[in-house]
């Protein structure tokens, strides 16, 4: 079945409810939290039976408390939702760099690795703090020229430096 734009439904939108479990999931482990952590955190807001029936897609959310979630996680809502069908990572890269213009990094997680690239980043990023007079420690806002200028120091794209991000967990919401 095809909708008005010529897009292939799921009438019952089963394979749309995985993909916004899956999703969820990711998002989950990025912030380093299993299910019972988060309802604990939450104060049992969010149960880890009913967050996981979400995660497996048996469960339908609805859009408050994705919300309400999203802002538990703190991140955008539309980070909770699975990215456009056919658009790839890459594609969802591009569109994260051009809305929001640069990220924010954990600092904390940076500093507990110890590879080349993690420590070049490292020297990178406390110079933005000397110049920023930014130091709090966690977390680091980088605007999108940083991104640029992280891509020229590991000698990528930016839509690969901004992957790279992600993949090495240092990219928060």
């Known amino acids: 079945?095809?909708?008005?734009?010529?897009?292939?439904?799921?009438?019952?939108?089963?394979?749309?409810?995985?993909?916004?479990?899956?999703?969820?999931?990711?998002?989950?482990?990025?912030?380093?939290?299993?299910?019972?952590?988060?309802?604990?955190?939450?104060?049992?807001?969010?149960?880890?039976?009913?967050?996981?029936?979400?995660?497996?897609?048996?469960?339908?959310?609805?859009?408050?408390?994705?919300?309400?979630?999203?802002?538990?996680?703190?991140?955008?809502?539309?980070?909770?939702l699975p990215s456009v069908e056919g658009e790839s990572e890459e594609d969802e890269a591009l569109r994260r760099i051009a809305d929001n213009g640069g990220a924010k990094i954990d600092l904390t997680r940076l500093e507990q690795m110890n590879d080349t690239e993690s420590q070049m980043l490292s020297r990178y990023l406390r110079m933005i703090q000397v110049q920023r007079q930014d130091f709090n420690g966690r977390v680091l806002t980088i605007r999108r020229d940083d991104i640029k200028a992280i891509a020229c120091i590991l000698g990528v794209s930016e839509v690969t430096a901004d992957l790279r991000l992600d993949e090495m967990g240092l990219r928060l919401g």
């Not at 939290?33 to 029936?53: I, N, P, R, T």
């Not at 339908?60 to 539309?78: E, G, M």
């Open 1 to 80: 079945m095809l909708n008005e734009d010529g897009i292939g439904e799921d009438p019952s939108g089963e394979a749309y409810g995985k993909a916004v479990g899956e999703r969820l999931r990711h998002i989950r482990r990025q912030k380093r939290l299993s299910l019972q952590e988060v309802e604990a955190v939450s104060a049992q807001e969010f149960k880890a039976s009913v967050l996981g029936a979400y995660e497996r897609g048996e469960r339908a959310i609805s859009v408050p408390r994705l919300q309400r979630l999203a802002q538990f996680y703190k991140v955008p809502v539309d980070q909770l």
